[in-house]
């Protein structure tokens, strides 16, 4: 089985051979600079109790918190929006590698982004993802957590100079993100497990949610 990282690994090779040096050299910066910056101080935590939230899916429904942890613990995974290489790999591998693991602990999957409902089902379909996809606008959930950062200047150039301006896809016009997350919360909405990742190409292993759900 390829880990996430290997496939990300994968995805820097080829950017670093395909794309101009000097845009890769941006985001390499920007990468080293919120790894040394870390988690933020009071960002959220086990032990934590998450406070009742209600987000739209991506066919414009509302899916509360308590839903989502109705008939056992729930996997929450934050990610920067469809637009990020990183963010499908991870969906993707999570929708053939965890989601079928996840009826044994009477688990759910959903992945939470800033980005509009319209464009997290462009994302549910380009990814063929089966699992529920929801919108954070304006990041309202995130921030609480403490899970943002906003984005370089010199990066958000370089990704418009690629074509992408993550504005586009999102309700607010802005450009603050969330950290790749994933929770684990039970069905007290508890958070029983927590990984954050300051540099955007981190991502969760199947293999971590598995053994944390076990523990359970």
């Known amino acids: 089985m390829t880990t996430i990282a290997e496939q990300v690994n994968d995805i820097k090779a080829a950017a670093a051979s395909g794309l101009p040096p000097e845009v890769v050299a941006v985001f390499a910066s920007d990468q080293a600079v919120l790894a040394a910056a870390g988690v933020a101080a009071g960002a959220v935590a086990v032990g934590d109790r998450l406070s009742p939230f209600a987000l739209s899916d991506a066919n414009g429904q509302t899916v509360t918190l308590d839903e989502i942890t109705a008939d056992g613990p729930s996997v929450i995974v934050f990610y920067r929006g469809g637009w990020c290489p990183y963010c499908n790999l991870t969906l993707r591998t999570y929708e053939t590698e965890l989601l079928p693991q996840l009826s044994a602990y009477s688990a759910r999957l959903v992945a939470i982004s800033p980005e509009t409902p319209d464009a997290s089902l462009s994302t549910q379909e380009k990814n063929e993802l089966a699992y529920t996809v929801l919108s954070d606008t ?79």
């Open 138 to 216: 304006g990041n309202r959930l995130a921030d609480t957590l403490g899970i943002t950062f906003d984005p370089s200047g010199e990066g958000l150039t370089a990704q418009r100079a690629l074509g992408v301006d993550i504005r586009t896809t999102r309700a607010d016009g802005g450009t603050r993100l969330p950290m790749p997350t994933v929770l684990l919360v039970d069905r007290d909405h508890t958070v029983r497990f927590v990984d954050i990742h300051p540099d955007y190409t981190g991502r969760t292993e199947v293999s971590d949610i598995i053994n944390a759900l076990q523990t359970l």
